[in-house]
């Protein structure tokens, strides 16, 4: 009996601390999204297979080529870019599937076939909201 209450009571325990993640992440606010999209965006690596970051390819300073292109300016011309394709499916796919499009001036397959692997789905959201926002 007293086996079963100790069982009870470790499940409402359980139920609690999920339901107290899942406010959690409601609460998360796009201002938190981005702040952790640029910590992503910024790390030299990526993954466990620690993948190239981003960061050493990309600088969010207008006109600055490091091996991709600046990306100063994103969220003016992502919309347009690809018909069809809202900012937030241009961004996500030149992550996921950066060959789908190619910028004009450079080469296909310098960025990795897809970061996939390297990001979780959290992560992903997170850079996204933070591309979005660069002007
Ligand atoms: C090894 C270098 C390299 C790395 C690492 C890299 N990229 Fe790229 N990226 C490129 C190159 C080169 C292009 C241009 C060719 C193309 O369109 O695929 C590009 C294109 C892009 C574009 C399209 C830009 C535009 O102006 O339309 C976006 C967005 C982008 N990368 C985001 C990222 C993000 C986010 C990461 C990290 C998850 C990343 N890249 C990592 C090299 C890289």
């Known amino acids: 009996m ?3 209450a100790l069982i009870l ?3 409402i325990l359980l139920g609690c601390t999920d339901g107290g993640k899942i406010e959690k992440t409601e609460k998360l606010t796009v201002n938190n999204l981005i702040a952790q999209g640029k910590l992503i965006f910024n790390r030299k690596h990526l993954g466990k297979n620690k993948v190239v970051g981003c960061v ?9 080529v ?3 292109p600046s990306l ?5 011309r ?3 870019i690809v018909p069809n394709e809202d900012a937030r499916q241009y961004i996500s796919k030149a992550i996921l599937n950066p ?3 190619i910028v004009e001036g450079f080469l296909p397959g310098t960025m990795l076939a897809t970061f996939e692997d390297a990001l979780t789905k959290e992560e992903m959201n997170a850079l996204v909201e933070y591309l979005l926002q660069l002007d």
Do not use: E, N, Q, R
């Open 99 to 101: 060959d789908a499009y």
């Open 2 to 4: 007293k086996s079963l």
């Open 56 to 64: 050493l390819c990309h600088s969010t300073k207008k006109g600055v």
């Open 66 to 68: 490091i091996i991709g």
């Open 9 to 11: 009571f470790s499940l």
């Open 78 to 80: 992502a919309p347009h």
């Open 72 to 76: 100063a300016g994103l969220s003016i």
